[in-house]
């Protein structure tokens, strides 16, 4: 199963260190690291670039069906 984790690297509510060694142990994890806070993904620039929250690259759907192969 793929599993997608944003981290913010400036989050002071939770750790990203810990999420990021936490995650770096499933199979299939995609991390991606920005420089934001714990609520800056979800407003403003950082909502609406893709680069930030990379959801456009996971297709979730076609990997589980088997259409688009696993990588990474």
């Known amino acids: ?3 997608l984790m944003c981290l ?3 989050d002071l509510q939770a750790s ?3 999420a990021a060694c936490v995650s770096a142990r499933a199979p299939h994890a995609d991390i991606r690291h920005s420089p934001l806070g714990h609520f800056d993904l979800y407003t403003g620039q ?3 670039h893709p680069a930030v929250h990379g959801v456009q690259r996971l ?6 069906r088997g ?3 696993m990588t990474g």
């Not at 297709?59 to 589980?64: E, K, L, P, T, Y």
Request: negative net charge; proline residues 10%; glycine residues 0%.
């Open 46 to 48: 950082a909502f609406e």
């Open 16 to 18: 990203s260190r810990f």
């Open 1 to 3: 199963m793929p599993l």
């Open 59 to 64: 297709d979730i759907a076609r990997i589980v």
């Open 8 to 10: 913010a690297d400036h």
């Open 67 to 69: 259409t688009v192969p």
